[in-house]
């Protein structure tokens, strides 16, 4: 229990966690109704999942990640966050893979139709970095904002406790500093973590993270406590894997449609669309409508889809993008360029899943780059 003439922790103000603490404040969020989504180690890759004690975590570990590689690697430390991110992003739980719509099931001459009727998840998910903040910021645009909202993406994000932890690691394909999506974490989530040696430091980003930190014992930081956490995200950003310039990224990819890089990416580029798959952005969707053998029973599924896919543009008999090359320069510029015509953002956060999970390490950094180096080429061609 905490101590009743301790200090009440406020919105906005930072505390001195032990990390033992960490325990009761995942056992809080479970007896409020949530189930705690955070990071733990699964067939050799970290992954978000379902956790009950902070020995779920993957203390003790890290990542090494490269283009089109992966690997765990033990710390030589008792690090609970040491890592950068795995394959899995939070999208999956807000945006799942497969959703079922409705059933439909045969009524005498007709059919009746029956709505999904059971209550959206209540999650809380731990571990959130500073990237994937921002990741969740642009699907809530997408999913939530203009005249249509998804009900189904609402009712599960509008339920979510957010727990963010400040970036300790910088992964070998991280650029988020880049886009300037981190390493530090945005304000959004109810409580934002920062991993010492010893203690957490507790950011209070909301009055419900407060209320929920009133029953944790804590300690308010002290100025070490507040410089140590500046230190330690300076050189998590002076760590960074990759870089990307942004510099008037939107305009040199729109005029440099016809580059001669977007084949040459085409003769690597395998079309299996896991880039967009880890992507913590990447949106699309089909639906499907299935039906039993007897015709008596239908459902109708919206499941993830890719823009790599031929199926994606499938119209009038023949998909519109059939090459490679049309597929890649689609996902790229709709990323960096057209996303901010629609959402007023970019669509990529930095977070570099899309080159540690391709499987040829094809690297969005260095295809920009090629762009811009030869961009000068372009420019005096539209002079002339």
């Given at each position: 229990m905490a101590d009743p003439e301790a200090p009440i922790p406020t919105l906005s103000s930072m505390?001195?966690?032990?990390?033992?603490?960490?325990?009761?404040?995942?056992?809080?969020?479970?007896?409020?109704?949530?189930?705690?989504?955070?990071?733990?180690?699964?067939?050799?890759?970290?992954?978000?999942?379902?956790?009950?004690?902070i020995s779920d975590l993957p203390i003790g570990w890290t990542d090494e990640q490269d283009g089109g590689r992966y690997r765990l690697k033990r710390r030589e430390d008792s690090s609970f966050f040491g890592y950068a991110v795995g394959p899995y992003s939070w999208k999956r739980f807000l945006h799942p893979p497969v959703l079922s719509l409705g059933r439909a099931r045969r009524n005498g001459a007709g059919f009746e139709w029956i709505a999904p009727s059971d209550p959206a998840p209540r999650y809380a998910f731990l571990g959130v970095r500073a990237?994937?903040?921002?990741a969740i910021a642009i699907l809530d645009r997408?999913?939530?904002?203009?005249?249509?909202v998804d009900p189904a993406y609402q009712a599960r994000r509008e339920g979510v406790f957010l727990i963010a932890v400040q970036c300790a690691v910088a992964g070998g394909t991280c650029f988020c500093a880049s886009m300037g999506t981190g390493p530090k974490a945005p304000p959004g989530a109810d409580l934002i973590l920062t991993e010492l040696a010893e203690a957490f430091i507790v950011e209070i980003g909301t009055e419900r993270g407060a209320a929920l930190m009133a029953g944790i014992p804590c300690a308010p930081a002290t100025e070490a406590d507040r410089a140590a956490v500046e230190a330690q995200l300076a050189?998590?950003?002076?760590?960074?894997g990759r870089q990307m310039d942004t510099t008037d990224l939107p305009a040199l990819l729109y005029r440099n449609l016809?580059?001669?890089?977007?084949e040459e990416v085409a003769q690597r580029c395998l079309t299996c669309g896991n880039c967009?798959?880890?992507?913590?952005?990447?949106?699309?969707?089909?639906?499907?409508?299935?039906?039993?053998?007897?015709g008596t029973?239908?459902?109708?599924?919206?499941?993830w889809d890719s823009c790599f896919t031929t199926e994606f543009t499938y119209t009038a008999g023949r998909p519109i993008r059939q090459s490679a090359k049309a597929r890649y320069r689609?996902?790229?510029?709709?990323?960096?360029a057209s996303w901010w015509e629609q959402f007023g953002t970019s669509g990529c956060v930095g977070c570099g899943r899309c080159i540690t999970w391709c499987p040829v390490g094809i690297d969005l950094t260095e295809e920009v780059a090629a762009i811009r180096r030869t961009d000068g080429a372009t420019l005096e061609a539209e002079r002339r």
């Amino acid at each position: 229990m905490a101590d009743p003439e301790a200090p009440i922790p406020t919105l906005s103000s930072m505390w001195r966690m032990e990390k033992a603490r960490l325990q009761d404040l995942i056992d809080a969020l479970r007896r409020q109704g949530y189930t705690v989504i955070g990071p733990c180690i699964r067939e050799g890759a970290i992954v978000y999942d379902e956790i009950h004690q902070i020995s779920d975590l993957p203390i003790g570990w890290t990542d090494e990640q490269d283009g089109g590689r992966y690997r765990l690697k033990r710390r030589e430390d008792s690090s609970f966050f040491g890592y950068a991110v795995g394959p899995y992003s939070w999208k999956r739980f807000l945006h799942p893979p497969v959703l079922s719509l409705g059933r439909a099931r045969r009524n005498g001459a007709g059919f009746e139709w029956i709505a999904p009727s059971d209550p959206a998840p209540r999650y809380a998910f731990l571990g959130v970095r500073a990237c994937e903040l921002h990741a969740i910021a642009i699907l809530d645009r997408v999913f939530m904002s203009g005249p249509y909202v998804d009900p189904a993406y609402q009712a599960r994000r509008e339920g979510v406790f957010l727990i963010a932890v400040q970036c300790a690691v910088a992964g070998g394909t991280c650029f988020c500093a880049s886009m300037g999506t981190g390493p530090k974490a945005p304000p959004g989530a109810d409580l934002i973590l920062t991993e010492l040696a010893e203690a957490f430091i507790v950011e209070i980003g909301t009055e419900r993270g407060a209320a929920l930190m009133a029953g944790i014992p804590c300690a308010p930081a002290t100025e070490a406590d507040r410089a140590a956490v500046e230190a330690q995200l300076a050189a998590t950003a002076r760590a960074m894997g990759r870089q990307m310039d942004t510099t008037d990224l939107p305009a040199l990819l729109y005029r440099n449609l016809e580059h001669p890089r977007w084949e040459e990416v085409a003769q690597r580029c395998l079309t299996c669309g896991n880039c967009t798959m880890v992507c913590p952005t990447c949106f699309c969707f089909t639906v499907e409508d299935i039906s039993d053998l007897t015709g008596t029973r239908a459902e109708r599924v919206r499941r993830w889809d890719s823009c790599f896919t031929t199926e994606f543009t499938y119209t009038a008999g023949r998909p519109i993008r059939q090459s490679a090359k049309a597929r890649y320069r689609q996902w790229l510029t709709h990323k960096l360029a057209s996303w901010w015509e629609q959402f007023g953002t970019s669509g990529c956060v930095g977070c570099g899943r899309c080159i540690t999970w391709c499987p040829v390490g094809i690297d969005l950094t260095e295809e920009v780059a090629a762009i811009r180096r030869t961009d000068g080429a372009t420019l005096e061609a539209e002079r002339r």
